[in-house]
């Protein structure tokens, strides 16, 4: 019975925090000592863990539940707060030096786990990492046999990250940097963020013969997925012949397209089939993903769509999207699968 309780209380307590309410939170732990021991056992059990500048959120199964701001420029519960740590495994950082003293503890219990599976850096970090350029160099390969998932710029690649961690995925935030094709690490899947600088300056081709010492974790990616303007023409085609003569392991090619009106999507296709059938060495499988780019788009039924995909066929096992696929012979021995996903 008393353990009943316990998981009854439990179970209350957390609402509360998921539900973000500081002050019953405070006042229902501090009601009592097996009071305050639910509360520190609810924080440290936390396994998502969001550390910024002006807030922390924590959560459970990676997902965030509640976000605490900052109050007077502390953060809020900070006794609770450093009870999370020992069951983190998705961690976001983006705070500055002068937060670190606020997350020393949390971020030491981390390391002394190792338990971390997924790291995210955002683009717009302050950040530790472009304060202290050697904090990453430092901070993950301490998690080489549990980490898995990674997210950060690409001035964040280096050597020493290279050299020290293999990886399920890697997403880098901005396209085509000098340091990609020389410092990413082991990886099955490559997701390059949303284009912001022109590209290329130069092509892969003329880069390498200038930078020839490619990095060797080129050879393990076998899916490579990239967002780009709907504008790109010269760039798709470059990322097409590009991505399969560099990355000689790769499988599937992800582009990922926005629309802002249903008309662009035959000028998409007249254009990559060519490509794909002109190409020597294709991937098995090459995927567009559309998405809307505006609210309240005019577009097309299921019937009208398998009108414009009159030569593919079409999936009606994939629910979340409309799903084309056609094989098309490149000039190589290989042919691939060449899938459209159109949202609803």
């Known amino acids: 019975m008393p353990h009943l309780i316990h998981e009854y209380f ?18 229902f732990a501090f009601s009592g000592k097996k009071h305050l021991q639910i509360v520190k056992e609810i924080f440290a059990s936390a396994t998502f863990l969001d550390l910024r500048e002006d807030y922390y959120s924590i959560g459970w199964g990676g997902k965030c539940f509640c976000k605490f701001p900052y109050q007077n420029d502390e953060p809020p519960l900070k006794f609770f707060m450093n009870c999370i740590g020992d069951y983190v495994v998705n961690l976001t950082i983006n705070y500055s030096l002068s937060r670190q003293r606020n997350y020393q503890l949390v ?10 599976h997924t790291f995210s ?16 160099d430092e901070f993950l390969p301490q998690f080489s046999t549990t980490l898995k998932h990674v997210t950060i710029p690409s001035v964040c690649m280096t050597s020493k990250l290279r050299d020290s961690i293999n990886l399920e995925s890697i997403t880098v935030l901005d396209q085509f940097s000098e340091q990609l094709p020389i410092f990413c690490c082991k990886t099955k899947s490559l ?3 949303l284009k912001k600088t022109q590209y290329p300056r130069q092509s892969f081709e003329k880069f390498i013969v200038e930078q020839p010492q490619i990095s060797f974790a080129l050879v393990s990616i076998k899916r490579v997925v990239l967002q780009v303007t709907i504008y790109d023409f010269k760039i798709n085609r ?16 992800k582009i990922i397209i926005p629309l802002d009106t249903k008309f662009f999507v035959s000028d998409f296709l007249q254009f990559y089939m ?8 294709v991937p098995s499988k090459v995927e567009i993903k559309f998405y809307k780019n505006k609210t309240n788009m ?15 066929k079409f999936d009606e096992s994939v629910s979340e ?7 098309i012979q490149s000039a190589g021995p290989e042919s691939t699968i060449f899938e459209i996903h159109i949202p609803k």
Not at 10 to 27: H, N, R, S, T, Y
Not at 238 to 253: A, R, V
Not at 321 to 327: A, D, I, N, T, V
């Open 238 to 253: 470059m990322i097409l012949t590009d991505l399969t003569k560099y990355f000689p392991s790769l499988e599937i090619i």
């Open 191 to 193: 997701h390059l963020g």
């Open 121 to 136: 850096l955002p683009a717009q970090a302050p950040a530790l990492i472009k304060i202290e350029s050697t904090f990453l």
């Open 107 to 116: 971020i030491d219990k981390i390391v002394k786990e190792k338990k971390l």
């Open 321 to 327: 999207f409309y799903c084309f696929r056609e094989s």
């Open 274 to 281: 060519p490509i794909i059938r002109n190409s020597v060495t």
């Open 298 to 312: 005019k577009w097309r039924s299921l019937e009208q769509w398998k009108d414009v995909f009159n030569d593919f």
């Open 10 to 27: 439990l179970d209350i307590q957390k609402k509360l925090v998921e539900d973000g309410d500081f002050d019953a939170i405070a006042k």
